[in-house]
């Protein structure tokens, strides 16, 4: 038996909770996932959404990992929605907090296609 959309959100937030951004997307993401920034194009692939995430982590200059703190998580059928502060530290000294909410539809254990909606 396969597990729930809620459990399988759980264990990847876990793994998110713990700065493990890139794991996470390899092992949840699928081969073909869609990944979407706000109202930016969408980028299909999952090396290439781990490849926007270095660039973005390297554009802001990430020195370190502070937290990532999960609010609200719903899940309705096979897409799940969550909110979500991640704070980091950057390369000049600086600690900056980013909000989010993420949508994700999920197929067979894996992520098909997620959005991601900033404050």
Do not use: C
């Amino acid at each position: 038996m396969s597990k729930s959309v809620k459990d399988t959100l759980e264990e990847m937030l876990g793994i998110l909770k713990q700065g493990h951004m890139t794991e996470g997307q390899k092992i949840y993401f699928a081969d073909s996932v869609v990944t979407q920034e706000g109202n930016q194009p969408p980028v299909v692939g999952k090396q290439a959404a781990i490849e926007r995430l270095d660039k973005f982590r390297e554009t802001i200059g990430v020195a370190a990992f502070v937290s990532y703190t999960i609010g609200a998580v719903a899940v309705s059928g096979n897409t799940s929605f969550y909110d979500s502060v991640l704070t980091v530290k950057l390369k000049n000294g600086q600690t900056i907090s980013l909000e989010q909410v993420v949508k994700t539809d999920w197929q067979d254990g894996k992520i098909v296609n997620e959005r991601y909606y900033h404050s």
